[in-house]
């Protein structure tokens, strides 16, 4: 190879490294980490006031007068439940918090740990969707998500340009999501057959539409089934599309709608729609969505 070739595959591989940074560690508006955060706290808080009916089951001791009612010793106060129900009203505060946005980044980081905490205490009960809010809510703690709507923003110097490389990861994190999920899928004969949904929605305990119905239509399930496989296999290479990236927003957006009128299912639907937000334009209010493509980059 000559000196000139090498050199130019150098400085084309150069330019590709520098355009990935580029495209990565990008600063941008701060609604969208600000209604993250937000929301994050919200739902953390509704999965919070959803455990407590079992509360008592789980934890002995659980109620509040429990913790005050009488004196115990250090050994019986760990056994009979009295920590973990102190860590149940310390979360419902620092959510409390996240939400308000007083001392954002803290807040948000013992949200995620008391997080942390539930999934390491409660995880056989604990759904797909409590786990995707736990990953992307860990990357929420490197972004200034208390430059706007918040008690910080009041006391302190206000950030209409913020560093935004965690939403990158809450982007490729997403969709590699829907890619391993759709891959996964493709091993499961149910999936391959078109019968997934039928089945799915033989359970009565999240099911929301009329089964008997649906029996006499085994097209029409076999096409959503498809197409549900079709969107989670699709959604990452279409994001790598200029012209087909909105396409894959809005059919993602229209998988989680009719998950949420056909089945009910905890939090899901809310948790990935809220995780969807990272795919907003980092400009405020604008309807162009954007994930950021190699050929755009290399166009510039």
């Known amino acids: 190879m000559s000196r000139s070739v090498w050199t130019q595959k150098t400085m084309k591989a150069s330019s590709l490294i520098r355009n990935y940074r580029n495209w990565f560690f990008i600063k941008g508006h701060s609604i969208i980490p600000a209604l993250m955060r937000i929301i994050f706290g919200i739902l953390y808080l509704w999965i919070l006031w959803d455990f407590d009916p079992i509360r008592k089951l789980l934890f002995e001791n659980g109620t509040l007068s429990g913790l005050l009612s ?107 999501m829907y890619l391993i999920a759709g891959v ?29 119905e649906l029996r006499n239509f085994p097209n029409l399930i076999s096409f959503f089934t498809y197409g549900s496989l079709g969107i989670e296999l699709l959604f990452a290479p279409f994001l790598c599309f200029k012209y087909l990236r909105i396409f894959a927003i809005y059919s993602s957006i229209a998988l989680q709608i009719g998950i949420f009128f056909s089945m009910s299912i905890s939090f899901f639907q809310w948790i990935v729609g809220w995780s969807m937000l990272a795919f907003l334009s980092r400009k405020p209010f604008k309807k162009r969505i954007e994930f950021g493509t190699l050929k755009s980059m290399l166009n510039k």
């Open 184 to 212: 996964w899928k493709l091993f499961v004969p149910e999936w391959r057959d078109g019968s997934a949904l039928f089945y799915a929605l033989q359970l009565r305990q999240v099911n929301r539409l009329p089964i008997v």
């Open 70 to 176: 009488s004196n115990v010793s250090v050994t019986e106060f760990f056994s009979q439940g009295r920590y973990d129900s102190i860590w149940y009203y310390i979360s419902i505060v620092v959510a409390s918090l996240t939400v308000m946005g007083c001392g954002s980044r803290l807040m948000i980081c013992l949200t995620w740990l008391s997080m942390f905490y539930m999934h390491c205490k409660l995880d056989p009960i604990m759904f797909g969707a409590d786990r995707l809010l736990l990953m992307v809510g860990f990357w929420l703690i490197f972004l200034d998500c208390g430059s706007k709507w918040s008690i910080d923003s009041i006391f302190r110097k206000r950030k209409n340009q913020i560093e935004l490389w965690p939403i990158r990861c809450i982007q490729i994190q997403i969709a590699l």
